[in-house]
């Protein structure tokens, strides 16, 4: 099983590593793929050198997004990665955003009658899906949360779906996730 993560210019760091590190933990085989050059510069001028370039042809179980500004226009603008959620989602992935980036969800049009959750004010731009304010919320194969602070139980929650509540728990309490 193997997990996108794309990482586009203006990216927001927090998510981004900890999406990478929690599903790595988790025992996921976990692949970031920059959309341009290997080395994407983050929201807040943080710097990460990506595992790949962005190959459309590979064979993912999932993709996750992290979210940030510029990065998730950056993410809903770049038709590979479109195109990449609705494969991943067409053949029973998971589709996963967090903070802004469900706009990309809602592009690929995968978000129709699901109820998602994203950074306050981005609901305005997502006209298929039903917003609701948790701070997480999975539905079937999709996954949304609402902002930085909520990279982790998101995180959590990937590898619960991925690898079984089991897993996810023992990881939590591993990092000392008190809630």
């Known amino acids: 099983m193997k997990i996108l993560v794309p990482l586009a210019e203006g990216f927001e760091e927090i998510e981004a590593v ?36 962005l190959q459309e042809d590979e064979e993912y179980a999932g ?17 590979r990665i479109i195109r990449l959620i609705r494969k991943i989602y067409e ?8 903070c802004a980036a469900p706009i990309a ?16 004010g981005y609901e305005d731009e997502i006209k ?6 948790e701070p997480v919320i999975a539905d079937g194969r999709i996954i949304t949360g609402r902002g930085a602070a909520c990279a982790i139980p998101f995180s959590l929650k990937i590898v619960e779906i991925l690898k079984g509540k089991e897993t996810a728990d023992r990881l939590k309490e591993q990092m000392m996730a008190f809630w």
């Open 18 to 53: 900890t999406i990478i590190d929690t599903l790595r933990r988790g025992g996921i085989d976990t692949v970031t793929a920059s959309l341009l050059a290997p080395v994407v510069t983050g929201a807040h001028k943080i710097s990460v050198t990506a595992d790949t370039a």
């Open 63 to 79: 993709i996750v997004l992290p979210g940030g500004m510029p990065g998730s226009s950056n993410l809903k603008k770049d038709p």
């Open 91 to 98: 053949a029973g992935g998971i589709a996963a955003a967090i």
């Open 105 to 120: 969800l809602e592009e690929a049009g995968i978000l129709e009658g699901k109820k998602y959750t994203c950074y306050p």
């Open 128 to 133: 298929t899906g039903k917003f609701t304010p």
